[in-house]
């Protein structure tokens, strides 16, 4: 495009912000510039939110590692010790409960975490429905307020309605993320 075509539709543009006729286009264009804004700023705090469950997902399972390995090395322990022969008898029945004692805890401290675990990325999953949902939101309304804003150049009021086509394809997305909780 050369400079002086550029010119010539920036002062065609001016003129149609100017036009009362055009004033409806312009509206909805200061709507959509607030709805982008808007679902922008949702889908920005939807993907933090997807990110920190992720992380504490993640710390979750790495204590459910650690609690693994101690286990294993508990029953190791109980395992060798079963097999030494010990004078105190009293001693070696106290021993024994105190590794069966151990075992029983380290077992139910794997279940509780690899539940808490699956539970925040049942969240991270949740999260990124949403954060999906309003991407495609953000998406369609830029869309929207880019051809409806061709019609201050055109005057064609069919961009207007394109516009508004894709702008209520948009809401309805962001929208759509209140059916996902």
Same mark, same amino acid.
């Given at each position: 495009?050369?400079?002086?075509?550029?010119?010539?539709?920036?002062?065609?543009?001016?003129?149609?912000?100017?036009?009362?006729?055009?004033?409806?286009?312009?509206?909805?264009?200061?709507?959509?510039?607030?709805?982008?804004? @808007?679902?922008?700023?949702?889908?920005?705090?939807?993907?933090?939110?997807?990110?920190? +469950?992720?992380?504490?997902?993640?710390? %979750?399972?790495?204590?459910? %590692?650690?609690?693994? @390995?101690?286990?294993?090395?508990?029953?190791?322990?109980? +395992?060798?010790?079963?097999?030494?022969?010990?004078? +105190?008898? +009293?001693?070696?029945?106290? @021993?024994?409960?105190?590794?069966?004692?151990?075992?029983?805890?380290?077992?139910?401290?794997?279940?509780?975490?690899?539940?808490?675990? /699956?539970?925040? /990325?049942?969240?991270?999953?949740?999260?990124?429905?949403?954060?999906?949902?309003?991407?495609?939101?953000?998406?369609?309304?830029?869309?929207?307020?880019?051809?409806?804003?061709?019609?201050? $150049?055109?005057?064609?009021?069919?961009?207007?309605?394109?516009? $508004?086509?894709?702008?209520?394809?948009? @809401?309805?997305?962001?929208?759509?993320?209140? $059916?996902?909780?």
């Amino acid at each position: 495009m050369e400079a002086n075509e550029a010119h010539e539709l920036h002062e065609h543009a001016e003129h149609g912000a100017h036009d009362p006729s055009m004033r409806p286009v312009a509206f909805t264009m200061s709507l959509l510039a607030v709805l982008v804004a @808007i679902t922008t700023v949702l889908g920005h705090r939807t993907h933090t939110e997807a990110v920190l +469950d992720q992380n504490k997902a993640t710390d %979750q399972w790495n204590e459910y %590692q650690a609690k693994k @390995i101690r286990s294993y090395n508990t029953s190791l322990s109980a +395992d060798l010790l079963s097999v030494l022969a010990v004078a +105190d008898k +009293d001693k070696e029945a106290r @021993i024994a409960k105190a590794y069966a004692d151990h075992e029983a805890k380290w077992t139910a401290d794997l279940t509780e975490g690899q539940h808490k675990a /699956e539970e925040f /990325e049942k969240k991270v999953e949740e999260a990124e429905a949403r954060a999906n949902r309003f991407d495609l939101a953000e998406a369609l309304l830029e869309i929207g307020l880019v051809v409806t804003s061709v019609t201050l $150049l055109t005057r064609a009021r069919i961009y207007w309605f394109l516009g $508004l086509v894709f702008a209520a394809g948009g @809401i309805v997305s962001g929208l759509s993320v209140i $059916l996902l909780k």
